[in-house]
């Protein structure tokens, strides 16, 4: 996809955390949780990033906020470079990057009431003075996330979950940001308030304009608030598309297989599932070739000993498996 235009431009991001072991705590590997993944995320859309658990989303989305550092490869907030920057030259660029963590429960201060939750990005970046100013900054913002103004007066264990995660959102949409990461900000929510979350991130985007790169393993999800998608395999993108052309016709075998266990809510519909045999392999040894090709069932010599890149098979559709190029 062409950088021209992009919010977020990612260039062969690559991160390894070393295996250490022994008494000396010498390293002996490396787990290799994102290598060389490179995707854009234009200014207003909702990019998602999806696949299972380990597979390195969630390390992508740590390492462009740099909450981790990058092994290598390149970060870019518009036109300016952020994942070789001192903390000293980032720290004002954080107020265009914010995140929403997965756990609602953990990531409020229990100490601290909701005013002080969401005056703290706009003390820090300067974007409020004085009680009354902050006190009016808040209640715009949990009017946005459609909680009641009383609620900055109270702490965080007296909310429920949902509530806490529009806290949680009210807190990254303070210093009006460029970019919001979403580490499946859902996936510890009840299937009722999973749904409001989703409508409410998607009429905050629609409202705002915001752009969201949106982090989950639930593809039921993603197709109702994504515009495209990036499937993640032991650390690697192997399809990266337009999200009703992903769904109508995903050409990579771990894609379709994905798909295939989304739940149908017609209970006459028939799908044929594709069960992937085996497990994940170790993310500190991968498999040589293709990643993929110890659980794919079209697995051929080729893909065991050349890894595949991403390629074009269809308009802003890309995909690496050596299947679409023998066809």
Known sequence: MSSAGALLDVRALTKHFPVHAGIFGRTTGYVHAVDDVSFTVIRGETLSVVGESGCGKSTVGRAIL???????????????????????????LRRRMQVVFQDPFSSLNPRMRVREILA?????????????????????????????REAMHRY????????????????????????????????????????????????????????????????????????????????????LADRR?????????????????????DPLAKRQRMILAGDVPSPIEPPSGCRFHTRCPFVFDRCRKEEPLLRVVAERHLSACHLGEAN
């Open 66 to 92: 740099r909450l981790t550092p990058p092994t290598a490869g390149e970060v870019w907030l518009g036109a300016q470079r952020i994942d070789n920057m001192h903390a000293s030259e980032l720290r004002p």
């Open 120 to 148: 703290e990005p706009l003390t820090n970046f300067g974007l409020a003075r004085g009680a009354s100013e902050i006190d009016d900054r808040v209640a715009a913002l949990l009017d946005k996330v459609r909680l009641p």
């Open 156 to 239: 965080p264990h007296e909310f429920s979950g949902g509530q806490r995660q529009r806290i949680g959102i009210a807190r990254a949409l303070a210093p009006q940001p460029d970019l919001i990461v979403c580490d499946e900000p859902v996936s510890a929510l009840d299937v009722s308030v999973k749904a409001q979350i989703i409508n409410l991130l998607s009429q905050l985007q629609d409202e705002l304009g915001l752009t969201l790169l949106f982090i989950s393993h639930d593809l039921a999800i993603v197709e109702h608030l994504t515009h495209r998608v990036a499937v993640m395999y032991l650390g690697k993108i192997v399809e």
């Open 245 to 265: 052309a992903l769904f109508a016709q995903a050409h990579h075998p771990y894609t379709r297989a994905l798909l295939s266990a989304v739940p149908v809510p």
